[in-house]
């Protein structure tokens, strides 16, 4: 760690702090720190010079998780209940995952000169503490900094981003796509036109009802996910109930007769739609198409809109492989025993998220 700075976790996030950072990517992961509890722990790393506040860092405690979770489904099943409580261990996350997977590095500085030594001065700070058994860093690959001593490195699945820039209309932007991309699309858009589907714009400070139907969505997401065999650590967390009411986004939805079947919620930032949340209906939505048209309708929103890209998340399934281009990710991890290392060295090729050697 850089001798003249300091590091310490918190769980407050004022508006002084806010203004020192403009980006409402932290506020919004900020919003979940209260829903914190024993087992999944959010906190701000703030890196300190003196008194002045330079640099912060999102991150993520799991106290003995059982990391036989994250092995491929069919590995899970196998070797979680056989070995999952001997395997716990007390996991730190350092990523953007809260801030809509953000492809960024996980560390932020008020002056960007500082960021290099603001993830040096977190990470040091991460390895003194003695009750982490693994910290695993999370960041774009492509021009990713050199690994700390002792880290191993992996590719993850990759961010989703459709670049939207120099488009006047979707139509334009569509024509600019491959064939089998351009007839998936009209397929999908000729359903939800011929469900009499309506598509809606809605700001920060949405009607309460609207903000209840989206979380029940985000809900189901979240099931289908997991009947899927796909495995969020801190999902106790993404959907809280009362941090989604904290947040302030944006959101596009679907509706059918009057009844949201699905939502795309976002916050822009730097000319970028970023993805915070979504989620659908899945008694209505597959027959229509509701989750790609809701990517559609995102694409068209930023292009009538002036921005330059949207982001979609992490590349998990056919629809947003589609949806844009895929930017590499890249984890490191560090264990703290020589033993773990050994096992992690071994595993890392079966974890659900796990592409490739950078």
Not at 33 to 62: D, F, M, N
Not at 128 to 133: E, V
Not at 182 to 197: G, H, I, V
């Amino acid at each position: 760690m850089p001798e003249d700075l300091s590091v310490t976790e918190e769980s407050t996030w004022s508006e002084a702090e806010a203004a020192a950072f403009g980006n409402p990517l932290l506020d919004h992961a900020a919003a979940f720190i209260p829903a914190s509890r024993r087992s999944t722990r959010l906190t701000l790393a703030k890196v300190r010079r003196g008194a002045e506040l330079v640099g912060v860092a999102p991150v993520l405690v799991l106290r003995r998780y059982r990391g036989t979770r994250l092995l491929r489904p069919d590995l899970a099943a196998r070797y979680d209940p056989l070995f999952g409580r001997v395997a716990r261990a007390t996991q730190c996350l350092v990523e953007t995952s809260f801030m809509g997977y953000l492809d960024a590095q996980p560390f932020f500085a008020v002056d960007p000169g500082d960021r290099a030594a603001v993830r040096a001065a977190v990470i040091a700070h991460l390895q003194r503490r003695r009750d982490l058994d693994t910290i695993l860093v999370t960041e774009p690959a492509a021009g990713a900094p050199a690994l700390p001593p002792g880290f191993d490195a992996f590719l993850q699945l990759p961010l989703i981003r459709t670049e939207t820039a120099g488009f006047a209309e979707h139509a334009e932007w569509l024509a600019a796509q491959g064939a089998k991309r351009r007839r998936n699309a009209r397929a999908e858009q000729a359903l939800l036109a011929k469900a009499d589907a309506e598509v809606a714009v809605h700001g920060p400070g949405m009607p309460r009802r609207l903000r209840d139907r989206m979380h029940a969505l985000l809900i189901n997401s979240a099931r289908a996910n997991a009947e899927g065999g796909i495995v969020v650590p801190y999902e106790i967390l993404m959907n809280d109930y009362d941090s989604f009411l904290r947040q302030r986004f944006h959101a596009l939805t679907i509706s059918v007769g009057g009844r949201v079947a699905g939502f795309f919620a976002y916050i822009p930032r730097d000319g970028v739609m970023h993805q915070v949340h979504g989620g659908l209906d899945y008694e209505m939505g597959p027959a229509i198409k509701v989750y790609p048209n809701l990517m559609h309708a995102a694409v068209d929103h930023a292009i009538r809109n002036g921005f330059r890209a949207v982001t979609f998340g992490p590349q998990n399934n056919e629809a947003k492989r589609r949806a844009g281009d895929a930017h590499p990710v890249r984890s490191a991890l560090w264990c703290r025993s020589a033993l773990n290392r050994w096992v992690a060295g071994r595993m890392i090729d079966k974890l659900q998220v796990y592409t490739g050697r950078p």
